[in-house]
């Protein structure tokens, strides 16, 4: 019979340790390799689209960063309640007003009431923000010559994003809407809004302040200025001009705490416009009630 003596066992011991060391290394290195794989295959993912509200940073940076307002004055609230049948009549008429609201890529050149961009931008300003940082800066392009060089860098990417970034399956799933990186209403629509979220900001004394969920903040102030281009009877589309948003930055003298999140071509529509015959979803397929 044979029988382990104690050096063998301590041997046996550290040849097992070493053997499911190394099997753990090579499945991390293939965890790894996994991890890299996914990403090289989503390379058209935008840094600039990303929340960075980085709360350990703030905690492991703490003399940078300024400490908020530890009050504030609360006032009473001022609140129009409407009869029932008001209730029902004014929200019935605010859902016919934008279930008409398209995605229009024909804009006309026809100049618009600046007043109305004034009021619209003032709309979306009064969006409800992570700690009422109001995280969001509307660039207005209005400039011929700087629509155009948003247009080249836009036109630039957008034809890598078409042939290389995006991937097969999202450009299938774009046809049926019949775009492509050709982006005419750049230069025909009188009014680009850039929509830019801070991802942090600055107090007086130069310290920054941290901005909560700027980037669901910054998303919420956009729905109400579509809303409120749907209401005053203008048209735009919603664009996110993938991996532009550095050079755009750049050429529209933004400060590097501020990502681009979307871009809003807006103006009337042209007399040639048209758009995609779709259906959308019936409440019992959005809603669930418990």
Same mark, same amino acid.
């Given at each position: 019979?044979?029988?382990?003596?104690?050096?063998?066992?301590?041997?046996?011991?550290?040849?097992?340790?070493?053997?499911?060391?190394?099997?753990?290394?090579?499945?991390?290195?293939?965890?790894? $390799?996994?991890?890299?794989?996914? #990403?090289? &295959?989503? /390379? =058209?993912?935008?840094?600039?689209? +990303? %929340?960075?509200?980085?709360?350990?940073?703030?905690?492991?940076?703490?003399?940078?960063?300024?400490?908020?307002?530890?009050?504030?004055?609360?006032?009473?609230?001022?609140?129009?309640?409407?009869?029932?049948?008001?209730?029902?009549?004014?929200?019935?008429?605010?859902?016919?007003?934008?279930?008409?609201?398209?995605?229009?890529?024909?804009?006309?050149?026809?100049?618009?009431?600046?007043?109305?961009?004034?009021?619209?931008?003032?709309?979306? $300003?009064?969006?409800?923000?992570? #700690?009422? &940082?109001? /995280? =969001?800066?509307?660039?207005?392009? +209005? %400039?011929?010559?700087?629509?155009?060089?948003?247009?080249?860098?836009?036109?630039?990417?957008?034809?890598?994003?078409?042939?290389?970034?995006?991937?097969?399956?999202?450009?299938?799933?774009?046809?049926?809407?019949?775009?492509?990186?050709?982006?005419?209403?750049?230069?025909?629509?009188?009014?680009?809004?850039?929509?830019?979220?801070?991802?942090?900001?600055?107090?007086?004394?130069?310290?920054?302040?941290?901005?909560?969920?700027?980037?669901?903040?910054?998303?919420?102030?956009?729905?109400?200025?579509?809303?409120?281009?749907?209401?005053?009877?203008?048209?735009?589309?919603?664009?996110?001009?993938?991996?532009?948003?550095?050079?755009?930055?750049?050429?529209?003298?933004?400060?590097?705490?501020?990502?681009?999140?979307?871009?809003?071509?807006?103006?009337?529509?042209?007399?040639?416009?048209?758009?995609?015959?779709?259906?959308?979803?019936?409440?019992?397929?959005?809603?669930?009630?418990?």
């Amino acid at each position: 019979m044979f029988f382990l003596t104690p050096v063998l066992v301590a041997v046996v011991c550290i040849l097992i340790a070493w053997i499911f060391k190394n099997a753990d290394g090579r499945s991390m290195e293939g965890r790894k $390799g996994e991890t890299r794989a996914r #990403a090289q &295959t989503r /390379p =058209w993912v935008d840094e600039d689209l +990303k %929340d960075s509200t980085d709360l350990q940073q703030v905690e492991e940076d703490d003399d940078d960063w300024q400490e908020s307002e530890e009050s504030v004055e609360h006032i009473p609230f001022s609140h129009t309640r409407y009869p029932e049948k008001e209730m029902i009549k004014r929200s019935q008429e605010f859902y016919e007003l934008l279930n008409k609201r398209r995605s229009v890529r024909f804009i006309s050149n026809e100049q618009i009431p600046m007043e109305v961009i004034d009021n619209v931008i003032k709309s979306a $300003g009064t969006a409800p923000s992570g #700690a009422h &940082t109001e /995280p =969001w800066t509307f660039v207005i392009v +209005k %400039d011929l010559d700087v629509k155009h060089k948003i247009r080249e860098i836009i036109e630039e990417e957008e034809e890598i994003n078409y042939l290389k970034r995006m991937g097969r399956q999202w450009v299938t799933d774009l046809k049926k809407l019949r775009t492509n990186w050709i982006k005419e209403y750049l230069d025909t629509a009188p009014v680009l809004i850039l929509i830019f979220k801070q991802v942090h900001g600055f107090a007086a004394n130069g310290k920054r302040k941290v901005h909560y969920y700027n980037e669901i903040s910054v998303s919420i102030a956009c729905g109400i200025l579509l809303a409120a281009l749907q209401n005053a009877g203008l048209v735009t589309v919603t664009t996110t001009p993938l991996n532009c948003g550095p050079r755009l930055r750049v050429l529209l003298g933004r400060p590097a705490n501020e990502k681009l999140l979307m871009l809003l071509p807006v103006g009337y529509p042209s007399q040639e416009a048209t758009v995609p015959d779709l259906i959308r979803k019936p409440l019992d397929q959005i809603m669930v009630t418990v």
